[in-house]
């Protein structure tokens, strides 16, 4: 139902992903999104959010935030979901946007107008002007999906950037697909420059493996794990082959859900550590989250404590 948009509980994470259930494979751009996912928000100081549902389709929400590090101050946000109800967990139209105290203003509007066919837009305001936007528009097969993104594209400027995807099930177990990146413009060199990539997905019920690979020498790979108990975690490696310079991470997310807490973690090769805790006080709707973060090499650290109230 469109209200379990704004109501929707903790539950233990499912051992398949749905999405792997289906044939189609969805985006090129969510390969590795379930290793991307298991990464904690830091932030640094304190941060409070107060949601508020005013319909089954409409929520706002007021975000107080104190930082050395990002610019303080309030912002609001509102969401509005629609009725166009494709499946239990896609509702359309849905527009996202927030306002800080300065009047900057970043907008997301995703709506479906056919059942094959999606429209993302993405548009950021800033001091009064438009600072950057972007549409990506996905069509959708029974085993396949293609995108084609616009962004910052000016007609009076000729100028811009167009990325398009496709992403093939081949397998029962597997996705092949690849990238064309173009950009254009007077300040481009030779007025025009493309760049294209090929990526994978090999997957089982509770794993899978993807990664990313362009022709300078760039690869990007990830493998995600989850197994029936709370846990689940993913490591990442990114390599330039140009440059000789690598970089890995591991990160990690328990769900105990016994004691409304989740608790994410990651450690990379740069010694870096980050960790969020987030903690439901049930059966009152506040939520308490505690960050951390600490680079040994730079002596630098972050802490921070979050309160969410709705």
Known sequence: MASSAFGQTENEPSVIDPTLLSRNPGTFEDLNKKTKDLYPIIFEGFKFTLNKVISTHFQINHNIILSSVVPSGYKFGATYVGVNQISASEVYPIVLGDMDSNGNLNTNIIHQFHPN???RVV???ADGILA????TNDYKGND???SITAVNSDIIQNSGVLIGH???RVSKNLDLGCELLVQYGRNVPNNRMALYSVGWRYFGNMWQFSGVVNPLGSLHLCYYHQS???LQ???ELETNLRTMESSSSFSYQVDLSKANMTFKGMVDSNWTAGAVLEKRLLPLPFTFVLSGFLNHVKASYK???GFTIG
């Open 117 to 119: 066919v999606r429209t």
């Open 123 to 125: 548009a950021q305001i």
């Open 132 to 135: 950057g936007y972007q549409m």
């Open 144 to 146: 396949f999906t293609a």
């Open 166 to 168: 496709y992403l093939q």
């Open 228 to 230: 029936k108990s709370p």
């Open 233 to 235: 975690f993913g490591v």
């Open 303 to 305: 802490f921070g404590i």
